[in-house]
């Protein structure tokens, strides 16, 4: 009768434990009990492993738990984000529009900010720069309500 010697799904603890309880670790020789274990390994477990040639079974099973933790830490690297998960709460998207917007209790009370100390010189500045030119298109506003009644009185 043939066993299957094959790791399958276990991983390399499991199929060590696995291959000490099978009938022919009683009857073969060291040497053929490392052929058949490593070629029940997993491929990439078997591909991995460094050396051909191992002087007992237990530096196999060694080697081949080193070549899967590798191969597991290779699969998932730890500074991958799991998909659905963020690190912060203020890197989403409605975070940053939020930061971008400002404080929606503000909208409609024309919130001006304190004034900057170093800036209070500009902004003097640009403030009597508004009034001038708030100014002077109220003056081109109402000479063109002068152009336009003129005109139609002309007219009538």
């Known amino acids: 009768?043939?066993?299957?010697?094959?790791?399958?799904?276990?991983?390399?603890?499991?199929?060590?434990s696995f291959f000490y309880n099978l009938d022919i670790v009683q009857r073969l020789d060291e040497q053929a009990l490392i052929s058949v274990a490593k070629a029940g390994l997993r491929e990439?477990?078997?591909e991995g492993l460094d050396r051909n040639i191992f002087p007992n079974l237990e530096a196999l099973f060694e080697e081949a738990t080193e070549v899967e933790e590798i191969l597991e830490t290779e699969k998932t690297p730890p500074n991958s984000p799991r998909k659905g998960?963020?690190?912060?709460?203020?890197?989403?998207?409605?975070?940053?529009?939020?930061?971008?917007?400002?404080?929606?209790?503000?909208?409609g009370y024309d919130y001006v900010p304190p004034p900057n100390p170093d800036s209070e010189n500009e902004e003097d500045q640009t403030s009597d720069d508004e009034d001038l030119s708030v100014e002077e298109s109220a003056s081109d506003e109402s000479a063109s309500?002068?152009?336009?009644?003129?005109?139609?009185?002309?007219?009538?």
Do not use: F, L
């Open 44 to 46: 990439e477990i078997r």
């Open 1 to 16: 009768m043939v066993q299957d010697t094959s790791q399958g799904s276990m991983t390399v603890t499991q199929y060590r």
């Open 145 to 156: 309500d002068e152009d336009v009644n003129s005109t139609s009185g002309s007219d009538a």
């Open 85 to 107: 998960r963020r690190n912060s709460p203020d890197h989403g998207k409605r975070a940053c529009k939020a930061a971008m917007k400002g404080d929606p209790e503000d909208e």
